[in-house]
């Protein structure tokens, strides 16, 4: 137990279509990042939200979204699926940088 | 793109030996830290070594590090058939966010 719960666990879309993706924690995390884990790859920064704000954004176009909720809950929204969005993502909360994040177990996107 | 790099890219011991994982990194850092990763999964946080510290443990870990390099060890003693993982480390620069290479799968055999 991880206390950083992604939802769904896996996921099958087809390409062009939209997906939200969702973590959310027991405690109080104030900071929530996600990452894209291609196989065989180390996860990438795809954007940070701090207090409702992102404050962090990697090198992914804008059809990549999020939104971070009063209760530090979080969304990932993608759209316009393409075949190489096929990844884990991984969401990470923290309160404080200096102390390491808390992962999630991640979902598992499929584009077919 | 991948801006630290993890060596070896894999690694086979036997059950009791001593593991070590070297990482490497190109920028100035805050700190590095050390991630496992079972089958696929979530990431479960290790240890965290700022940039002003040049050792650090944690049970069977112990972790290293060099600014001058530009580098850091991660060694674990004794390994556990349950140490079969994949480790990768990550630091952090000017912005708090992650950056990971590509990791070590260490396969430790009973």
């Known amino acids: 137990e991880t206390g950083v719960t992604q939802s769904p666990t896996h996921l099958i879309k087809t390409r062009g279509q939209q997906v939200t993706l969702r973590c959310s924690s027991q405690?109080?995390?104030?900071?929530v990042s996600w990452y894209q884990q291609a196989l065989g790859q180390g996860p990438q920064f795809i954007f940070q939200?701090?207090?409702?704000?992102?404050?962090g954004r990697g090198n992914f176009p804008p059809r990549f979204s999020g939104l971070q909720f009063p209760n530090y809950s979080s969304e990932l929204n993608v759209n316009a699926l393409e075949l190489d969005d096929s990844a884990l993502y991984l969401c990470?909360?923290?309160?404080?940088?200096?102390?390491?994040?808390?992962f999630g177990s991640g979902t598992r996107l499929t584009v077919v | 793109s991948q801006q630290g790099e993890e060596d070896p890219q894999a690694l086979s011991i036997q059950e009791g030996e001593n593991a070590t994982m070297n990482c490497s990194y190109k920028?100035?850092?805050?700190?590095l830290q050390w991630y496992r990763q079972n089958s696929g999964r979530g990431l479960v946080h290790l240890i965290l070594?700022?940039?002003?510290?040049r050792e650090k443990h944690s049970g069977r870990l112990r972790v290293t590090l060099d600014t001058s390099k530009k580098s850091s060890s991660l060694l674990i003693t004794a390994s556990r058939a349950a140490d079969t993982a994949s480790y990768f480390c990550?630091?952090?620069?000017?912005?708090?966010?992650?950056?990971f290479g590509k990791g070590t799968k260490l396969t430790v055999n009973p």
């Open positions: 990470a909360m923290n309160r404080d940088y200096a102390y390491g994040y808390t």
């Open positions: 405690s109080g995390h104030n900071t």
């Open positions: 070594i700022r940039s002003n510290e």
């Open positions: 920028t100035s850092i805050n700190n």
């Open positions: 939200y701090y207090r409702e704000e992102e404050n």
């Open positions: 990550a630091y952090q620069g000017g912005s708090e966010k992650l950056v």
